[in-house]
């Protein structure tokens, strides 16, 4: 076995040396070295630029990702409350009967019951509490009815309010203010409440009046 082994490297040495016999070494040319040190240059800036190019294309994806998410997390809140607004539409749709309350809200979130209506069909109830008074508007007439005073006033008009809405929804509401030129601002307000015992959803109406900012809930 080792016999065999030592003829192998013997003839590995024999045909190497035979080899190096039929082909001398020889130093390179200056225009060689110059060529090989060229192309290795060249192939040192392409790997540069492919790894510039990654970079830039991984950069982009990022910066693409980034923005969407941004996007979506600006406008997300928006989608939501638009979707809540025409939920409360079709809530709405064909309602002919409501009930409204308001309140006045002190600086120190203290609420005082300033007035309620009441709608049915064209007729409109209002009682107001501070000072007391009853209106009624029915039939092209308005009914103003004032205790303190015991006093009762009755006029034509053609409806209670001076200007006076076509609906109850959000769309609605949205279209007289555009009618009317007013600038107020409708916004729906996350989560749910509770409104006489029932689930109800928030709106919220805010404009600004010369006595004031006001805000409509």
């Known amino acids: 076995m080792n016999n065999t082994s030592d003829g192998q490297d013997r003839e590995e040495q024999r045909l190497q040396a035979l080899l190096s016999a039929a082909y001398p070494p020889l130093a390179p040319s200056e225009a060689l070295r110059l060529r090989v040190a060229r192309l290795a240059a060249d192939r040192a800036a392409a790997e540069q630029r492919r790894v510039v190019r990654w970079r830039l294309r991984t950069g982009f994806g990022f910066a693409a990702t980034a923005a969407a998410v941004v996007l979506l997390a600006l406008s997300w809140p ?80 053609n409806g209670f309010f001076t200007y006076n809405a076509s609906g109850f929804t959000v769309g609605a509401m949205q279209r007289d203010i555009a009618r009317w030129g007013w600038k107020d601002r409708i916004r729906a307000l996350g989560g749910e409440t509770v409104a006489g015992g029932r689930k109800a959803r928030r709106v919220s109406i805010e404009r600004d009046e010369p006595a004031g900012p006001t805000r409509i809930l």
Do not use: H
């Not at 809200?105 to 007035?115: I, S």
């Open 78 to 157: 928006r989608l939501v409350a638009a979707q809540a607004l025409r939920e409360m539409d079709a809530a709405l749709e064909g309602v002919r009967s409501a009930r409204n309350v308001r309140w006045e809200v002190a600086p120190d979130g203290r609420r005082t019951n300033k007035l309620e209506y009441w709608f049915r069909g064209t007729r409109v109830r209002c009682e107001q509490e501070s000072p007391r008074r009853i209106s009624l508007y029915a039939d092209g007439r308005l009914w103003v009815y004032e205790p303190a005073l015991n006093k009762v006033t009755v006029r034509r008009q």
